[in-house]
Structures are given as structure tokens and as C-alpha cells.
């Protein structure tokens, strides 16, 4: 099932997916959406069980912690279905997807096999992801300016150089959704105006909210999120 409302964002750690997500999010608020934002791992109990399993480097087979993942995105779709149930102009913006578990579940799995995992008729996918490619040493870079350490197990200059590597061939292979490519190695406000641009026209092209997204002023970025952008650089 997709939503033409229902837009991830992805990338490798350092990639600034929380950063543009949020931004995102106040943007299409500002502009009359009525948005949802939600990330993954989630909030809810099995969420927070995954952030500790990563934090702490608990020893878990990798069975389970692929389907710590699966189990908490089903969770999390109870809220996201409920939110675009209530009018055409409701929107969910999430900090991550299940590109994530195809990415990072690739140290123990092929391709083949995660997908197999993730094809479920019950699971709603985003229709649009929008995958802000870093270079992998400026990711690292970012990451380790971001927590000062690091503190999950998938923060290391290893998984982040492996990952992005990874990342730009879902991109190129992945067929399932509407995939815009952002490049995401310049200033956040530049980030945000590349996903508002590439939105505009994804919207258009689909003919939802059409007026909306061809506004003249669509991509215009309100002044209270230009200053939180301005002082994340």
C-alpha cells in the first residue's frame, strides 16, 4: 500500500536525516499540511529496546534484531495510518524507513532475502523517499561532531564508508517507490530547498495537491526554520 502523503527520508548516518526531516516537517506545517513527524527506530517500547540493544552493543543475534526493526515498524504504522486517515492534506514526514533495515541488515543478509522480510501486503510504504547522499568521510565527519563519540554500533567510520556505498545502489535499483536523489554534502538550507524543489515537482507530476505544490512560493523556506537551519552549520 502507498501514500502519495507519505514521505521518508533516508541516508547514512551523518547524512543530517533528523536535521532535514524536522525542517521538512515545519515546512509543509507552514505551508497548511497538517504533518505528522515520526522516525525509526521509534519512540514506542520496541523502539526504545532497539536504541538500547545499539547503544549498549548487546549481543543479539541477528535474526532478532531484524525483526526488532520489522516488529517496531509495524508499531509504528498504527499512528502513521491513523494520521493520513484524516483529511487529504494530512502529511507524515519520517526520519527513516525500511531502507534502512535493507541497508544496514546487509552485513548478515542478501538483498534478496530482506526484501522477502519487508514484502508483506500489510506494511504502507513511503511512495517518496528522498535519500540525501553524503560522501562517506564528510558523513563520518558529521557523525562523530554530532555525539562527540561514538555511541551506536552502527556509527563507525566502517559501517558509515560501507553503508553509503549501499544506499546509492538501493537507489539505483529500488523501482517500489518515487526516489529523489538530494545531494546532501552542502549547507542544510540548501538540503531543504532541494527536497522542497523535488517534492514540488513529484506532487505535480502525480497531481496531488497540485495548486499547493505549484505555488510560486512552495519552495520557499519560512523564516523561523531558515534560522534553525542557519544555526545547525
Known sequence: ??????????????????????ALADTLTEKG?????????SSGPIGLTIRKVLADGIDLAPTALLYLFLADRADLQRTVRAHLAKAETSVVVSDRCY?????YQQDHYNMAYLKAVHDTPNLLVPSHILFLDVLADIAVKRALRRTGKVVEIFDTA????KNAARYRALAMHNHSCVIGHIKADVSPTEV?????LWLQSAWSLH?????IARAGTFVNIPPSVFRRLSSAT
Open 158 to 161: 566502517d559501517h558509515i564508508h
Open 1 to 22: 500500500m502507498e501514500s502519495h502523503n507519505y514521505i521518508a527520508v533516508e541516508g547514512v548516518d551523518g547524512c543530517g536525516s533528523t536535521l532535514i526531516s524536522k
Open 207 to 211: 497531481g496531488t495537491h497540485s495548486d
Open 192 to 196: 531543504l530547498s532541494a527536497c522542497l
Open 33 to 41: 499540511f497538517d504533518v505528522l513527524w515520526v522516525h525509526e527506530p
Open 99 to 103: 531502507w534502512s533495515s535493507l541497508v
